[in-house]
């Protein structure tokens, strides 16, 4: 898994390990802080993520019934 923090000072090719980073970066790449988020950012990223997590299961179970039909075809 590659991290979307890296040091100001890097380049892409040789970015800094987010564990390397002081909290001050590590909390601007989460657009976060100290306190945590507010109530409002914490919902807001919860209604994306749902609605990622909604359209990957349909797709998937779209990808599913056809492989079904497809070994039904075969005789499976």
């Known amino acids: 898994m590659t ?3 890296t040091a100001t000072n890097t380049t892409a090719a040789n970015p ?3 564990h390397a980073l002081g909290s001050d970066a590590v909390f601007a790449g989460l ?3 100290p ?3 507010s109530a409002a950012e914490a919902a807001r ?3 994306e993520f749902l609605e990622k997590a909604v359209h990957q299961r349909a ?3 779209r990808n599913l ?3 079904d039909e497809f070994i039904q075809r075969l005789g499976g």
């Open 35 to 37: 306190g945590g988020l």
């Open 31 to 33: 657009s976060s802080g």
């Open 45 to 47: 990223r919860l209604a």
């Open 3 to 5: 991290s979307q923090f």
């Open 65 to 67: 019934a056809q492989a």
């Open 59 to 61: 797709k998937m179970a």
């Open 16 to 18: 800094v390990p987010w």
